[in-house]
């Protein structure tokens, strides 16, 4: 494989490592801005929509931009957004340096696995997507519990600085080994780019990618404060279980793609969904004791990131071979819709003061959502197939 995709795994690294560690951070955040924990979850809401709406206008304003030039800037735009995180004076100057941040993660992941296509023989694309995606899958297993192990030791902003040095590194490995020409994408009028948005079936997925995630991050957001109130863990031992979440997500991911390859997406999806729901509700009980709440982040993370293939399955199936660039970076807005609305979702279960034990409960009730919408389109094909029967037997 080229070092080319190492640079662009190492800039996934950087991104999905940046998007998730504040969650590792929140009392400390809170602490030092003097704000509610409810309130620094925002920060998480208000990168999450930084996604959603910076991937599809991003995607389409740089369609024709040559893809090496494109990549160094986004990552030069990453990298002056967790410096400004790191030296952040107030709730508001964290929030605006988190959403200009987030501005770059659609595209940079959209165009990446485009440029990793372009960097192998054919066939050899399948793996070389799967090394660039395994930053992401990297940043929450190895990058997060780091982070916050360095925010422990010397603050939050250490944190965000040590991100920003990540986006150093990984600008400067893109420039050395991205080949200056790669094939530009097939030029395609707006109108064109468009025409997918008219796809029903592709909005009932990017719903479902919405409602089915919000659940995950109506628990997630907080489980920082989760651990260390209720359960009574130290700082060393949240950054340990957090290391078990991204071993979860590791897991979970890999089972998600086999099962919707075996089964299927719709139905991988809704086994998935069943088992994510099964796990939250256990939630409630989870956390009485140390080795539970271990064992529950664990299977959260498996249960969690098992519906995420199916999920983008799905959403690409729908949108057809013409729409696919733009489904895509629409199916990352979803999941980032999904993960501010859980969050918010969570922080007003906490300032209603209905405790963080509660927080198993709500966040089942998005997942419940999820899995009858999913029940609801099994249903339909099978319905269409008995009408078709009855209809040859007269």
Do not use: C
Request: no cysteine; proline share 3%.
């Amino acid at each position: 494989m080229p070092a080319a995709l190492l640079a662009l795994a190492a800039g996934a690294f950087g991104i999905g490592t940046t998007e998730f560690i504040i969650m590792g951070l929140l009392t400390q955040v809170s602490q030092d801005l003097q704000i509610s924990i409810p309130t620094a979850g925002t920060l998480i809401s208000g990168y999450a929509i930084g996604v959603a709406v910076g991937a599809p206008v991003l995607t389409l304003a740089s369609r024709r931009w040559p893809r090496k030039f494109l990549l160094l800037s986004l990552m030069l735009l990453f990298i002056a957004g967790n410096a400004a995180a790191a030296l952040a004076p107030s709730y508001g100057w964290l929030m605006a340096a988190r959403v200009l941040t987030s501005l770059t993660h659609g595209t940079f992941f959209g165009v990446g696995a485009v440029v990793a296509t372009q960097l192998v023989t054919p066939e050899k694309k399948a793996s070389a997507i799967a090394l660039m995606f395994s930053g992401l899958t990297l940043a929450t297993l190895l990058g997060v519990p780091f982070g916050t192990w360095i925010g422990q030791h010397w603050g939050w902003r250490m944190s965000f600085a040590a991100v920003s040095a990540i986006g150093v590194m990984a600008l400067l490995i893109l420039a050395r080994y991205v080949p200056r020409h790669l094939n530009m994408p097939a030029a395609q009028r707006l109108s064109q780019e468009l025409e997918v948005l008219r796809n029903a079936a592709m909005w009932r997925g990017l719903l479902l990618t919405v409602v089915g995630f919000a659940g995950v991050f109506t628990l997630y957001t907080y489980i920082e404060p989760l651990l260390t109130q209720i359960t009574g863990m130290s700082n060393r031992m949240v950054a340990l279980t957090l290391l078990l979440f991204g071993a979860g997500l590791a897991i979970g991911n890999h089972v998600g793609g086999k099962l919707a390859d075996r089964l299927g997406a719709q139905r991988a999806l809704w086994i998935s969904l069943a088992v994510l729901l099964l796990v939250l509700i256990a939630g409630y009980w989870m956390f009485a004791s140390t080795a539970l709440a271990i064992a529950f982040v664990l299977l959260l993370g498996m249960a969690a990131f098992a519906t995420v293939a199916p999920l983008q399955m799905s959403v690409l199936q729908a949108a057809g071979e013409a729409g696919m660039n733009l489904a895509s970076s629409l199916n990352i807005a979803a999941f980032n819709l999904g993960n501010a609305l859980g969050a918010w979702l969570g922080g007003v279960v906490i300032a209603q003061g209905l405790g963080l034990a509660s927080l198993s409960w709500t966040a089942a009730l998005p997942t419940a959502a999820a899995l009858l919408m999913v029940s609801m389109t099994l249903q339909r094909p099978a319905s269409r197939s008995s009408a078709s029967m009855a209809a040859d037997m007269h």
